[in-house]
């Protein structure tokens, strides 16, 4: 497994090693001592897949504090075009975006710290995302931003998204509660 700081501090674009022999492929997700050694979050509370068809566009996501949580998101199948944004007050990278290029072919995750707003675009027909999450569902904790209003180079203006998702407030009137804890080198 190999692991890259994106430019967002603390969200990694996570490198899976892919075997394939004459049967199909076999592929670890996810891996304790490594994510330890990398100093990653270990303790996850739920895993979930979603099943979607192209041009369907789910995000931006996240839960606020005490709820929020680190997400791990791998595509099982397909293409998707996978999109962050860091909301953490006094971020370096605060109000900006990093996309990420996951497929089934290539075998790579994103690894995403609390206090980022995440979501996805189906460039495929159809693509199979699965997540895990270090803290439980809280739907009472569970908010959005609206998916164009971050300045992200989606592939289109027109994706097909829930009523929810269109409801949102966009990235400039949502007040964020994330605070950015820079790490500390000894
Ligand atoms: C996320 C979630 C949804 N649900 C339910 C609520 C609803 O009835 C149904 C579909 O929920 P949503 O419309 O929120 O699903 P979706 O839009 O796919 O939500 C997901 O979007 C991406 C971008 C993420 O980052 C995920 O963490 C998650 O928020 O599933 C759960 O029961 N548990 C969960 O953890």
């Not at 670890?28 to 739920?46: A, C, M, R, Y």
């Not at 075009?81 to 007050?89: F, K």
């Amino acid at each position: 497994m190999n692991c890259w700081e994106s430019k967002i501090p603390g969200c990694y674009e996570i490198q899976l090693r892919v075997f394939q022999d004459h049967r199909g492929k076999f592929v670890k997700t996810f891996h304790q001592g490594i994510f330890e050694d990398q100093n990653l979050e270990t303790q996850f509370s739920e895993t979930y897949y979603s099943i979607s068809s192209k041009n369907v566009l789910r995000g931006l996501h996240f839960q606020v504090p005490p709820k929020d949580h680190v997400k791990l998101v791998h595509c099982l199948q397909g293409e998707i075009l996978d999109a962050v944004v860091d909301l953490r007050v006094g971020a370096p990278t605060y109000g900006q975006y990093e996309t990420f290029h996951l497929t089934e072919d290539k075998g790579n995750s994103v690894y995403i710290p609390a206090g980022l707003a995440h979501g996805f675009y189906i460039l495929s027909e159809q693509a199979v995302v699965i997540y895990q999450v270090s803290t439980v569902y809280a739907p009472q904790y569970e908010q959005g931003i609206l998916w164009d209003s971050a300045n992200i180079p989606w592939p289109t203006d027109n994706p097909n998204i829930s009523g929810k998702d269109s409801n949102w407030k966009s990235l400039s009137e949502f007040k964020s509660p994330f605070v950015y804890n820079a790490p500390s080198f000894v």
